[in-house]
């Protein structure tokens, strides 16, 4: 692992980081300050952020090296999520992000997800955009659909 694969992932992280903080704090949600490394049972979840009302959102950020629907990469962060008692989680890197709303299914494969590609996006309409998801999953239930064309990465 070089040395300029950490320093993208720790750069990235941090701009996701501040683009959560910054929506947040300038719009009226539910959730709530996210907190970075939140310590858990088995490990640290890069990113969570809290929302007592409609379910909180844990985020696994990765190098653009490693496929962040990996299912070492999913288990570790519903892991993380099972820790924190929430079924949504999101895995990502740089370029790709998906939210998963997590029911207990066994195979990691198996949990559904929505995805994101982060190569053209702002980071900052992103964000509202992953928030929003999570809140339509919180009310309907389900995520939303998305045509499978859609969810080929890249």
Known sequence: MADEDIAQEAEFHSVLFTRLQDHIRSSDTNFEEPVAEKSVESGFADIYVPNPLNGDLVIEVKRDDIYPRDGDVVRQARNYADDLGTEFFATCNSNDLFLFKYDDEF????????YFDLRDEQISEFVEELLSAVDYVHKQGRLPTQQDRDRIVG
């Open 107 to 114: 195979d990691v494969s198996e949990i559904e997800f929505l």
